[in-house]
């Protein structure tokens, strides 16, 4: 898996693409300088760089119109998925965060949104749900949907708080349950005032890589 992208090195990603939708060929450096509003040429290399070792671009030696772009067989068998917010895997001390415009964004197979419908990124703070293999700064995928059983793994609101638990439904209630040795962490009991707002899907590993390579948008 790719690593991750700021905003800002996403839509210097999304310019290569429409360029190379649209004209069948990359772009020069001095005409991805002028569509970014950019007054060097250099801070569009330093943008191609992180692309390129963050493998999303190859870069051809010797060659005067060389950026690759990585998987572009023109239909892109992956989609970009904004991370919205932070999610509670300990207590739930972690207030539900607004869908903002969203700094990073986790390359997916495209399938799984197919597949799936709208799905976003979260980020797991906590330890409760280490025995599910969630630790603390974990990306987990997640598809909104009411629709959801017994078993599921589950971002739910509690209040004006997010958490990510196991749902059980027993006689009339909800229960979250943490998935942890650790006797400290134990279930909630829900009747009202909550709301499940979507499914795990499955688990990134924050060593994945985090997009903390910042160069200004405007230079």
Known sequence: MQQLLTYKQQKVLDVLREHITKWQEPPTLEQLRQKLGFSSLRTVTQY???LERKGYIVRRKNTWRNIELRNADGM???????V???VGCD????YAQGQAQADEFIEVDKKIVDESGEIVAVRAVGDSMLDAGINSGDYILVQFTNDVKSGDRVAAIVGDMVTVKRLEKK?????LYP?????????IILKEDFKITGKVLCVIPANVGIAN???PLND
Do not use: H, Q, R
Request: glycine share 6%; no cysteine.
């Open 48 to 50: 191609l760089d992180i």
């Open 76 to 82: 892109w068998g992956t989609v970009f998925v904004p």
């Open 84 to 86: 919205v917010a932070n």
């Open 91 to 94: 207590d739930l001390s972690v």
């Open 171 to 175: 006689d009339g209630m909800i229960i």
């Open 179 to 187: 998935e942890s040795k650790d006797p400290k962490y134990k279930p």
């Open 213 to 215: 390579d910042i160069v």
